[in-house]
């Protein structure tokens, strides 16, 4: 009877019945796993869809995207007291034509203003420096979630 012989090294159980080393295996190996390593690259770094539903995300803090009536509510809700943006029609008010309206005939009725990015510099920078309070947020979404979006009635200070 043979006896088999179990080697508890990989140096010796790499080597097979004549002796011979299996490098030729190994590298063979170490071309698959270099080539799945750049396929994975290559997927993660070129494709990012995921299906016909794929939509591009949309930036949380996107101010410049908000319509003129969301900004001038955000400068009423947190008193920035920051004059209302400047819509083309006031765009219009202000050049030649526009000079021999009443607007610029009574300055008084002028409220000027500032263009829409510039409210919505103010109004993200505001943003960003409000303190976050976890427990109120956390109590506001809470009940908005169980009352239908009505607003909290309980303030904590």
Same mark, same amino acid.
């Given at each position: 009877?043979?006896?088999?012989?179990?080697?508890?090294?990989?140096?010796?159980?790499?080597?097979?019945?004549?002796?011979?080393?299996?490098?030729?295996?190994?590298?063979?190996?170490?071309?698959?796993?270099?080539?799945?390593?750049?396929?994975? #690259? $290559?997927?993660?770094?070129?494709?990012?869809?995921? @299906?016909?539903?794929?939509? +591009?995300?949309? !930036?949380?803090?996107?101010?410049?995207?908000?319509?003129?009536?969301?900004?001038?509510?955000?400068?009423?809700?947190?008193?920035?007291?920051?004059?209302?943006?400047?819509?083309?029609?006031?765009?219009?008010?202000?050049?030649?034509?526009?000079?021999?309206? #009443? $607007?610029?005939?009574?300055?008084?009725?002028?409220? @000027?203003?500032?263009?829409? +990015?510039?409210? !919505?510099?103010?109004?993200?920078?505001?943003?960003?420096?409000?303190?976050?309070?976890?427990?109120?947020?956390?109590?506001?979404?809470?009940?908005?979630?169980?009352?239908?979006?009505?607003?909290?009635?309980?303030?904590?200070?």
């Amino acid at each position: 009877m043979a006896r088999h012989k179990e080697s508890a090294s990989e140096s010796e159980s790499a080597r097979g019945s004549s002796g011979v080393t299996t490098a030729i295996k190994g590298g063979a190996r170490a071309k698959t796993q270099a080539a799945l390593a750049a396929q994975q #690259q $290559y997927l993660t770094k070129h494709i990012n869809s995921n @299906g016909p539903h794929d939509q +591009p995300k949309v !930036a949380p803090l996107d101010f410049d995207h908000l319509s003129d009536d969301q900004l001038a509510t955000y400068n009423e809700r947190y008193q920035l007291g920051l004059p209302p943006a400047v819509s083309v029609s006031e765009d219009v008010l202000s050049s030649e034509i526009g000079k021999k309206t #009443q $607007y610029k005939r009574h300055p008084s009725r002028w409220s @000027g203003g500032i263009s829409k +990015p510039e409210l !919505a510099a103010h109004c993200k920078n505001h943003f960003n420096q409000l303190p976050v309070k976890e427990n109120e947020i956390i109590t506001s979404f809470l009940y908005k979630v169980k009352h239908q979006d009505q607003d909290f009635k309980l303030t904590f200070k």
